[in-house]
C-alpha cells in the first residue's frame, strides 16, 4: 500500500523553489533543500523522484506564478492585435499595447527595488541556470531558451501592436534590445542592485521612446 502525502506540494515547490533561485540547480544541496521544505529527503524523492524532479517542478512554478502574471497584459495587447490581422482587418496602433511595455518595465524595475539585500528572489531563476547549469545540460538549456523566446514574443507582440505600420524586423530587433537591458539587468542585480534597477528604468524610458506620441 502507498504511502500518503501529508504536505502540500505547492508550499513544498515554491520553498524549494527560492532555495534553487537563490542557489541555483547545482548549488543547491539536498541539506538546503530538507531545511527550506521541512521534509526529508526520502520524502522529497518520494514525491518528486529526485532532485531534478523537484527543480523541475520549482522552474514551472516559477513561470506560472512570477513570469507569465508579468507577462500577461503584453500577451492580451498581442493577441488582440494578431486577432484584427488575422480577420483581415487593419490594425490601429494600441495605446494600450505601448503604456504595457512601459509599464512591464517599470513595474519590473520597482519589483527588483523593493526586495531587500542579500533576497533569495533577487535577479532571476532561469537567468542564473544559463550562467551555470545550463551550459552543460541539454534539458535545461532548453528550457532557459523557450524562457527567452517566451519573454520575446510577448514583448515583440506588444510593440508590434503599439505600432502596426513597424516592420517584423525592426519588431524584433526592439524586443531583443529591450529584453537584453531586462536579461542583463537581472543577472547583475545580487552585484548592484541599484545598477540593476537603473537598466530596467533605460528600459522603461527606450520603451516609451518607440511608443506613438497619440499613445
Same mark, same amino acid.
Not at 517542478?57 to 516559477?62: R, S, T
Not at 537591458?181 to 524610458?205: G, I, K, P, T, W
Given at each position: 500500500m502507498g504511502r500518503s502525502q501529508s504536505f502540500d506540494t505547492t508550499t513544498v515547490v515554491q520553498s524549494a523553489r527560492d532555495v534553487f533561485w +537563490?542557489?541555483? /540547480? &547545482?548549488?543547491?544541496?539536498?541539506?538546503?533543500?530538507? #531545511?527550506?521544505?521541512?521534509?526529508?529527503?526520502?520524502?522529497l524523492y518520494h514525491a518528486f523522484g529526485s532532485k531534478r524532479g523537484l527543480f523541475d @517542478? @520549482?522552474?514551472? &512554478?516559477?513561470l506560472d506564478t512570477v513570469i507569465r502574471p508579468r507577462l500577461r497584459p503584453l500577451v492580451t495587447a498581442g493577441q488582440a492585435a494578431a486577432g484584427e490581422r488575422a480577420a483581415g482587418r487593419p490594425s490601429a496602433a494600441s495605446p494600450e499595447a505601448g503604456r504595457a511595455v512601459v509599464t512591464y518595465f517599470e513595474r519590473l524595475g520597482s519589483a527588483v527595488e523593493q526586495l531587500p539585500a542579500g533576497s533569495p528572489r533577487l535577479?532571476? /531563476?532561469?537567468?542564473?541556470?544559463?550562467?551555470?547549469?545550463?551550459?552543460?545540460?541539454?534539458?535545461?538549456?532548453?528550457?532557459? &531558451?523557450?524562457?527567452? @523566446?517566451? $519573454?520575446?514574443?510577448?514583448l515583440a507582440g506588444a510593440l508590434?501592436?503599439? +505600432?502596426?505600420? /513597424?516592420?517584423?524586423?525592426?519588431?524584433?530587433q526592439r524586443a531583443r534590445l529591450?529584453?537584453?537591458?531586462?536579461?542583463?539587468?537581472?543577472?547583475?542585480?545580487?552585484?548592484?542592485? &541599484?545598477?540593476?534597477?537603473?537598466? $530596467?528604468? @533605460?528600459?522603461?524610458?527606450?520603451?516609451?521612446?518607440?511608443?506613438? #506620441?497619440?499613445?
Open positions: +537563490d542557489q541555483g /540547480l &547545482d548549488g543547491a544541496s539536498l541539506p538546503d533543500l530538507e #531545511r527550506a521544505t521541512g521534509l526529508n529527503r526520502s520524502s @517542478a @520549482a522552474v514551472e &512554478d516559477y535577479g532571476c /531563476l532561469l537567468v542564473g541556470c544559463a550562467t551555470g547549469a545550463a551550459g552543460h545540460d541539454e534539458a535545461l538549456r532548453a528550457a532557459v &531558451d523557450a524562457y527567452r @523566446a517566451e $519573454l520575446t514574443d510577448a508590434r501592436a503599439a +505600432d502596426p505600420a /513597424l516592420a517584423d524586423g525592426a519588431v524584433e529591450l529584453l537584453s537591458l531586462q536579461l542583463s539587468a537581472l543577472a547583475l542585480a545580487r552585484v548592484n542592485q &541599484d545598477e540593476a534597477v537603473a537598466m $530596467l528604468r @533605460a528600459a522603461r524610458d527606450q520603451a516609451a521612446e518607440w511608443v506613438p #506620441r497619440d499613445a
